[in-house]
């Protein structure tokens, strides 16, 4: 599972960010569980929401609903 998550987040561009103050190594078990949090996360929005804001059919209090996940989403990673 730790490889699959790795490759999933290796398919987009190729980005590189310091998270020495996060994390102790890119085999750090945390980072490895965090990615594999926001993976499951935004596919459950994807799956929920796609193309609905585009087409307009969905409602303001469940895009609200929308942005609080991705707050709690990115969040999580703050919390020390």
Same mark, same amino acid.
């Given at each position: /599972?730790? =490889?699959?998550? @790795?490759? &999933? ?5 190729? %980005?590189?960010?310091? @998270? ?11 980072? %490895?569980? !965090? @990615?594999? !949090? $926001?993976?499951?996360? &935004?596919?459950? @929005?994807? =799956?929920? !929401? =796609?193309g609905r804001i585009?087409?307009?059919? %969905? ?6 609903? $929308?942005?609080?996940r991705t707050e709690?989403? /990115?969040? =999580?990673?703050? &919390?020390?």
């Amino acid at each position: /599972m730790e =490889k699959e998550v @790795l490759a &999933k987040v290796s398919e987009g561009p190729h %980005i590189e960010w310091d @998270l020495t103050r996060l994390f102790s190594s890119s085999d750090d078990q945390a980072l %490895i569980d !965090y @990615l594999r !949090y $926001v993976i499951s996360r &935004k596919d459950e @929005l994807i =799956k929920e !929401y =796609k193309g609905r804001i585009a087409e307009e059919s %969905i409602e303001a209090s469940e895009l609200r609903l $929308v942005f609080e996940r991705t707050e709690e989403v /990115m969040s =999580k990673l703050a &919390k020390p």
